[in-house]
């Protein structure tokens, strides 16, 4: 099937024909179902184009590629996701102290 999307990030329009994709899926998520159950089958990259008009060449060369799985190693995912200090401490910044006007890095 043949969509045509306008980009968020360019104003091109693009139109790049999806295998799969029927019309049936799209009135699915239309009508509220989760992007990835409607459009189970369609890779993420494409669904992204659907929802945005974002091509994949687009996200490429604007936003960069999705980071390898072997760049996640090393990374402690064991934390809660929420706490901010650990989030902080994965990202290599330290604690992080939020003030009422005032935003503080700790080494």
Do not use: C, Y
């Amino acid at each position: 099937m043949h969509v045509t999307r306008i980009s968020i990030l360019s104003g091109e329009t693009n139109t790049l024909f999806i295998e799969g994709l029927t019309q049936d899926m799209l009135d699915s998520w239309e009508d509220g179902a989760l992007i990835q159950e409607a459009l189970a089958g369609i890779s993420q990259a494409l669904r992204e184009f659907i929802m945005t008009g974002i091509t994949p060449d687009e996200w490429d060369e604007r936003i960069g590629p999705e980071p390898e799985e072997d760049e996640w190693d090393g990374w402690d995912v064991s934390g809660d996701p929420l706490d901010e200090e650990h989030v902080m401490d994965q990202l290599g910044f330290g604690a992080l102290f939020l003030g009422q006007d005032t935003i503080e890095k700790e080494n």
